[in-house]
């Protein structure tokens, strides 16, 4: 089993007030990307969140029968809220927008996020030993035991549909599987 802790900081406050990291040289062309226009939220400090998992295998001593169980704890996903600002909409500042429209963070990015994904997988197995190397091994899987349905996805638009799941952990699983070894 293992623990993994980290997070991805970014800033990009010296953006808002110096063109001159606009321009985007690497590939041998000069593209203008659109700067900063406020350093609202450009300084994202997500907290540490840890990825745990976790691999337990038994046998156990009847007839050569075998359990296994994968356990995993993983963050729950980034809730944001971006709003579409339209020309129309700010019609009282007397000009359109440059662009058309304008994207707005409602809150601040790497702050909220949602439940942590929790899934238990386990599995039985028995191996079937025949002359020489040979043999066969059955399996049960039974995936998400606890049949849990956290969010995976969620819609980031501010709106009627904000926050409304895009994905969710798939269902209790039953498998059933045989693996031949000659």
């Known amino acids: 089993g293992g623990v993994s802790f980290g997070r991805t900081r970014t800033n990009d406050c010296a953006y808002a007030s110096d063109l001159s990291f606009a321009f985007a040289s690497a590939t041998g062309s000069t593209s203008i990307q659109a700067p900063r226009t406020s350093t609202a939220f450009c300084d994202i400090r997500p907290p540490l969140q840890p990825n745990v998992k976790v691999l337990l295998v038994y046998p156990l001593p009847w007839y050569g029968i075998q359990t296994a169980a994968t356990i995993q704890s993983l963050p729950g996903p980034q809730i944001a809220a971006t709003y579409s600002v339209t020309s129309a909409l700010v019609s009282g500042l007397g000009r359109n927008l440059s662009a058309g429209n304008a994207t707005v963070d409602l809150i601040a990015p790497g702050t909220m996020y949602g439940d942590r994904l929790n899934q238990l997988d386990f599995r039985l197995s028995k191996i079937f030993r025949f002359s020489g190397s040979r043999r066969i ?45 000659l």
């Open 137 to 181: 091994q059955g399996n049960v899987d039974l995936y998400n035991l606890f049949n849990a349905d956290p969010v995976l996805a969620l819609n980031n638009t501010y709106g009627t549909a904000w926050q409304r799941p895009l994905q969710i952990l798939q269902g209790r699983l039953l498998k059933f599987s045989v693996q031949l070894d």
